[in-house]
């Protein structure tokens, strides 16, 4: 009976894990990056590092972005003896955690490259088990995944907005917790997850077909367009965020270039589309439309640029229409901060059993 339950058990994790990953989105597109530059941020490991390996393998210049420069300059070597007279590999230092190394990032790709023709801002962490701040008073996590990225994007370009999820994907991103929580979701991975390869898929997909261009606005998995949830769709939510996020990072009057730009300001970045993750893992900016170059060339305003909307009209609110709208931010902000507090209280419970289980185990 045992041995029957097993193999049944099995065969259904043979299933599920086949189902998966032939269902996976794949990027067909055979385009040549060749003359491009672009900027991957956390790319000398996982989905990062497969991403930059197939758009050297296309042409682009690639600048791979990392903490550890050792690393990510032994992987830069590898990467050019690989693509051999394909693309180019070069390497900066930059920790998104650091508001002050991103600051020094940008100023130095600024200041060196002419064009950057596509971001991928992929660099992330998965939340350590005890809380960790910033010198500049962010949570590690936040700052890393978010803040990190915000500023950068600022700070080099923006203009359209799409978002992207990678899916499950097993990385070395869990190396670190040798908890047993942390091995159990490593075994979950192993059984279910998406290599590096193909959880860049869908990062590969945005940043080189030609069937996104000029789209934005929009939401991608698997290499395909879909519907994002009701709480991203939520613009006073999602502006909201921006402006406590130019607070956190700190930015400077003329550090967001995203609208407001000049002619010549415009066209010097070819114009840009943006897109992110829900979790803030990976972030792709590509080429957006002429249409869109023109938009922000001829922008007087400054007002962000949301999902699922490019232009925002300004317009002066009477007292009361203006108390309302506050009552409501704050409400959504109270529900947001319980609904945080509550994912939270899961995963104390969950790392609560997983030391029972140790406890037990040993």
């Given at each position: 009976?045992?041995?029957?339950?097993?193999?049944?058990?099995?065969?259904?994790?043979?299933?599920?894990?086949?189902?998966?990953?032939?269902?996976?989105?794949?990027?067909?597109?055979?385009?040549?990056?060749?003359?491009?530059?672009?900027?991957?941020?956390?790319?000398?490991?996982?989905?990062?590092?497969?991403?930059?390996?197939?758009?050297?393998?296309?042409?682009?210049?690639?600048?791979?972005?990392?903490?550890?420069?050792?690393?990510?300059?032994?992987?830069?070597?590898?990467?050019?003896?690989?693509?051999?007279?394909?693309?180019?590999?070069?390497?900066?230092?930059?920790?998104?955690?650091?508001?002050?190394?991103?600051?020094?990032?940008a100023?130095?790709?600024?200041?060196?490259?002419?064009?950057?023709?596509?971001?991928?801002?992929?660099?992330?962490?998965?939340?350590?088990?005890?809380?960790?701040?910033?010198?500049?008073?962010?949570?590690?996590?936040?700052?890393?995944?978010?803040?990190?990225?915000?500023?950068?994007?600022?700070?080099l370009?923006?203009?359209?907005?799409?978002?992207?999820?990678?899916?499950?994907v097993?990385?070395?991103?869990?190396?670190?917790?040798?908890?047993?929580?942390?091995?159990?979701?490593?075994?979950?991975?192993?059984?279910?997850?998406?290599?590096?390869?193909?959880?860049?898929?869908?990062?590969?997909?945005?940043?080189?077909?030609?069937?996104?261009?000029?789209?934005?606005?929009?939401?991608?998995?698997?290499?395909?367009?879909v519907?994002?949830?009701?709480?991203?769709?939520?613009?006073d939510?999602?502006?909201?965020?921006?402006?406590?996020?130019?607070?956190?990072?700190?930015?400077?009057?003329?550090?967001?270039?995203?609208?407001?730009?000049?002619?010549?300001?415009?066209?010097?970045?070819d114009?840009?589309?943006?897109?992110?993750?829900?979790?803030?893992?990976?972030?792709?900016?590509?080429?957006?439309?002429?249409?869109?170059?023109?938009?922000?060339?001829?922008?007087?305003?400054?007002?962000?640029?949301?999902?699922?909307?490019?232009?925002?009209?300004?317009?002066?609110m009477?007292?009361?229409?203006?108390?309302?709208?506050?009552?409501?931010?704050?409400?959504?902000?109270?529900?947001?901060?319980e609904?945080?507090?509550?994912?939270?209280?899961?995963?104390?419970?969950?790392?609560?059993?997983?030391?029972?289980?140790?406890?037990?185990?040993e």
């Open positions: 009976m045992l041995f029957e339950v097993l193999v049944t058990v099995v065969m259904l994790v043979v299933s599920v894990r086949v189902w998966y990953l032939t269902t996976s989105g794949r990027c067909h597109s055979t385009r040549s990056m060749k003359g491009k530059t672009v900027v991957v941020t956390g790319g000398s490991a996982g989905i990062g590092l497969h991403t930059a390996e197939d758009l050297v393998r296309r042409g682009a210049r690639v600048i791979l972005a990392c903490r550890n420069l050792e690393k990510a300059c032994k992987l830069a070597a590898q990467l050019k003896a690989e693509a051999s007279q394909c693309g180019e590999v070069a390497v900066r230092r930059l920790d998104t955690s650091d508001l002050n190394s991103v600051r020094t990032f100023k130095e790709i600024l200041d060196t490259e002419k064009h950057i023709h596509v971001l991928i801002n992929n660099a992330g962490i998965v939340e350590p088990p005890e809380k960790v701040m910033t010198n500049e008073g962010l949570e590690l996590t936040m700052a890393t995944n978010h803040f990190g990225h915000f500023l950068l994007t600022n700070l370009l923006g203009v359209t907005a799409n978002s992207l999820h990678p899916g499950i097993k990385t070395d991103i869990l190396i670190p917790y040798h908890t047993m929580f942390g091995r159990i979701l490593k075994l979950v991975f192993i059984l279910w997850a998406k290599d590096s390869e193909l959880g860049a898929q869908t990062n590969i997909y945005l940043a080189v077909s030609e069937e996104v261009e000029g789209v934005s606005g929009r939401y991608f998995t698997d290499c395909k367009e519907k994002t949830s009701k709480l991203a769709r939520d613009k939510l999602a502006k909201r965020l921006w402006e406590v996020s130019e607070k956190a990072v700190k930015l400077r009057p003329g550090e967001n270039v995203c609208l407001g730009a000049d002619e010549d300001e415009a066209s010097g970045w114009g840009l589309a943006a897109a992110g993750t829900a979790n803030g893992s990976t972030s792709v900016l590509l080429p957006a439309d002429d249409s869109a170059v023109q938009a922000a060339a001829g922008s007087t305003s400054r007002v962000p640029v949301y999902p699922e909307q490019h232009a925002e009209t300004l317009y002066l009477d007292e009361g229409e203006l108390q309302h709208r506050q009552k409501m931010r704050q409400l959504e902000l109270t529900l947001l901060e609904k945080i507090k509550a994912q939270r209280a899961i995963t104390v419970a969950m790392r609560l059993i997983a030391q029972v289980c140790e406890k037990i185990m």
